[in-house]
């Protein structure tokens, strides 16, 4: 069955945080227009809460006209200490003005103890009322929660109920990130369908979403298991850029979910600029191709004489596993 997905490119955030990889507010902009024309539904800006850059970027970003993109500024639930309109980090996010807002929040118990050092309740609360509290000012609300793969498996009830939290602020996406990237393919389906199952239980119609990091180099893996399991939004990076081994790589996604599993999505009307984006980011961030890329390196679909020439001039299909002029 054909679904429409949608792609969140966080280039600018989560990509920023990859070591040597810098972006200026301007050549922010300029890839925002660029992954605006590719068709990316949603891009995430930064986080104005906690980078003064962002918040810069979000002040230009207010006269620049994107035709498809819908901005998104990203930010955490509430601090436990403050009420959710006394949050200077929520505020930050209401004060940005995008049509999108995503917060992450705490789904691995650990995490609530160690990270949060407050009571596991105490977490559910403030996912919820830091959702409720942006819910009248955006139009799309989007939940992250952090570390989901890795607290379904040490505390499935809990993680699930986390979820139940943010369902019931009002967010219109959960994505569930893999956060420290360790997630491998086999163990996506099972996590999936119980949160389907959840969520059905639950009577919410919510758009569930996926979120992998690459550090197992199964990012794009990940994505993909997601998608043939009925996720509807993928979050990802142009070139995998991202902290440490990276994020799940859009260059890759995208060509796989239009061309190969003949998903809708706004980018497959644009694909044929998926090379050019892919450089454009690479050359303001001063950093050389990767010719090995799959779809968008040059090596992608090159032929290095013998056998395999003569056969590809015959029937490109017979070494090709789409065609490059696509
Ligand atoms: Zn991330």
Redesign the pocket.
Known sequence: MSQLIEFYD?TLR?GTQAENFNLSVDDKIRITQQLDKLGIDFVEGGWPGSNPQAVEYFEKMKGVELKHAKLSAFGATRHFQNPPDKDPNLKALLAAKTPAVTIFGKSWDIHVHEALRIELEDNLQLIEDSLAFLRPHVKHLIYDAEHFFDGFKNNREYCLATLAQAVKGGAETLAL?D?NGGTLPHEIPAIIERVKEFLKELGSAVKVGI?P?NDSETGVANALMGVSLGVRQVQGTINGY?ERCG?ANLTSIIPAVVFKMGMEAEVGKNIDKLYSVSRFVNELANLPHNRYQPYVGESAFAHKGGIHVSAVQRNPRTYEHIEPEK
Do not use: K, L
């Open positions: 966080t989560d990130c956060t979120h990091h991202g994020n």
